[in-house]
């Protein structure tokens, strides 16, 4: 009977998870957006205030294995509603802040908040929908994330000019109280497996490793490699990770069951995750530096980068029915390609782009990247035992995340080598630099497309044998 009632209320529950895997997505676009504002207002210097943005993807990306873990134990409902309420909670005092310590403290506990619900948010779509609807539902997750993405720039130049840098945060407080109201009523209670003891060593040795190879990645090049903080990270980041290793082999509960990446489905479907999305913020960091030396203003920038969220937007769903037809094979390896060709295509694009030839390659990128998401999210979840579906999860959104990260530092450091190289064999005149520049944004996009055609080969080593729960 329960069964049948959760049944019958499967898209209530599911737009209910809809409502939270939105929030982080805009409110994390929208900050991007309000840097150069909280500079004025706070009179900071900007390496301050990049730490609103990096205190958020930092700690983010290093709870959400542990919050995985702590869903499977818990039950998903509770957990998701307590993210809600921290995410919404810290948003208010995100709003008041006096300073710019003060926001930088509630941005870390806004991760927090938005981490519970990002970790288990894809195990209560896979434990409320059947196997054959799986793939359609995990499509309308994947799509609210797109339009957290794409609403969020507009969204965040009109509260910024017409109410203040408070508003971007104070507008998340009658949205995320919906949003616990909405759960609280519809969300079914998840057993969880309260009699395993949860394993906060290995939680605290996986945050420490996650933290400090994440904040390498990302502040390794302005350091300097050879600092004493870069050293400090790379130390923490390799003892951590060994240590981990070690307590989760000989622990009886570990936080991360091992034994899931023998599993080929579950490896090579993580690995492409990796992969991909290393790739696709390659492409992200790059392509407003080309549009801007090609001339473009920002807003026709901010029109033109739409194009890709926008895409994925409408492709992820019917990717997802597809998958539940197909299985994720095929559709995500396809994905994969077609992610490949859209990156050799803008790596190519000659130095008198018009907007529509971009428009039309980011929107290329955009069907791949739809065709890929959903199939492999769900082979994901679905090669996963149930009583694992959130570290499963957890996983998922770790890779996710630190392809975030990863793709961003590449295309940092690789714009600067190549750059210069081009500078070093090119032979003088009055716009060398930014031809140089050009020349080593387009060599980095093409690694870009390297990186891809690797996660198509990782994908397709993925095997069809989806469901363990």
């Not at 529509?356 to 980011?362: E, H, Y």
Request: charged content about 10%; glycine content about 10%.
């Amino acid at each position: 009977m329960e069964n049948t009632k959760i049944l019958e209320n499967r898209y209530r529950i599911l737009f209910a998870v809809l409502i939270g895997s939105m929030l982080g997505p805009i409110d994390a676009s929208v900050v991007n957006i309000a840097m150069p504002t909280f500079s004025k207002v706070f009179n900071a210097p900007v390496t301050t205030v990049s730490w609103v943005s990096m205190s958020y993807l930092l700690v983010l990306s290093s709870l959400l294995l542990t919050f995985g873990r702590l869903g499977d134990l818990v039950g998903y409902k509770s957990l998701y509603i307590l993210g809600m309420g921290i995410f919404t909670a810290s948003s208010l005092f995100c709003g008041l802040a006096g300073n710019i310590y003060v926001l930088i403290l509630f941005r870390a506990l806004q991760a927090a908040g938005a981490g519970m619900m990002m970790a288990v948010a894809p195990a209560i779509i896979t434990n409320i929908f059947p196997k054959n609807e799986r793939g359609k539902a995990l499509g309308f997750n994947a799509m609210s994330v797109a339009v957290g993405l794409a609403i969020g720039p507009s969204l965040g130049g009109f509260l910024l000019t017409y109410y203040g840098h408070s508003s971007i945060f104070l507008i998340n407080i009658p949205i995320g109280i919906s949003g616990m109201i909405l759960s609280y009523n519809v969300l079914p209670v998840f057993e969880g497996s309260k009699k395993e003891p949860f394993d906060i060593e290995g939680a605290f040795l996986a945050f420490v490793f996650l933290f400090s190879t994440l904040t390498l990645l990302s502040k390794g090049q302005e350091f300097g490699i050879s600092s004493l903080k870069s050293v400090i990270l790379i130390l923490l980041a390799i003892f951590s990770f060994i240590f981990f290793m070690l307590r989760e082999k000989s622990y009886s509960h570990p936080m991360l069951d091992l034994a899931l990446f023998k599993n080929r489905m579950f490896a090579a479907s993580n690995l492409s995750c990796l992969l991909n999305f290393t790739a696709q913020y390659m492409m992200i960091f790059l392509m407003p530096f080309y549009l801007s030396s090609s001339g473009f203003s920002s807003r026709e920038i901010g029109i033109i980068m739409t194009a890709f969220p926008l895409t994925v937007l409408l492709v992820a769903p019917i990717s997802g029915i597809l998958s539940d037809r197909l299985g994720s094979l095929i559709l995500s390896t396809t994905g994969a390609g077609i992610c490949t060709l859209a990156l050799l295509f803008l790596s190519k694009m000659p130095l008198n782009i018009k907007a529509t030839d971009v428009i039309i390659r980011l929107i290329i990128f955009g069907i791949g990247n739809g065709l890929f998401q959903t199939p492999n999210n769900s082979s994901v979840m679905g090669s996963a035992p149930r009583d694992k579906q959130g570290v499963a999860s957890g996983v998922l959104a770790t890779m996710r995340n630190t392809g975030m990260v990863l793709g961003t530092a590449l295309s940092g450091g690789l714009l600067s080598i190549r750059q210069n190289y081009h500078l070093r064999i090119m032979p003088g005149s009055s716009n060398i630099t930014q031809l140089a520049f050009i020349y080593g944004i387009k060599d980095t996009l093409l690694l870009a497309a390297l990186i891809d055609f690797v996660c198509l080969l990782a994908s397709s080593k993925r095997g069809r044998n989806e469901e363990k729960g």
